[in-house]
């Protein structure tokens, strides 16, 4: 497991920043809606924390994508 978070460490802190900043604009604007501080926080940490999840794996796609498409302009 330290191995795997080693290796993919700059990925789980932008993972990880993402996500503190997603969660303080999902927590302004659930309260605008809202009104309501307990109401705004709970939204503000559901949605975001089910996104930083997607978020981990669709940049290492992402990243995957990258490394073939260089291997592939590199092999022609």
């Given at each position: 497991?330290a191995?795997?978070?080693?290796?993919?460490?700059?990925?789980?802190?932008?993972t990880?920043?993402y996500?503190v900043?997603?969660?303080?604009?999902?927590a302004?604007?659930a309260?605008a809606?809202?009104?309501?501080?307990?109401?705004?926080m709970?939204?503000?940490?559901?949605?975001?924390?089910?996104?930083?999840?997607?978020?981990?794996f669709h940049?290492?796609?992402?990243q995957?994508?990258?490394?073939?498409?260089?291997?592939?302009?590199?092999?022609?």
């Open positions: 497991m191995r795997y978070v080693r290796a993919n460490l700059p990925t789980i802190m932008k990880g920043t996500y900043a997603h969660v303080t604009v999902a302004m604007v309260y809606v809202t009104g309501d501080l307990l109401t705004s709970t939204l503000s940490l559901l949605e975001p924390t089910v996104q930083a999840f997607v978020f981990f940049e290492k796609a992402w995957r994508a990258a490394r073939r498409l260089s291997s592939a302009l590199q092999g022609t």
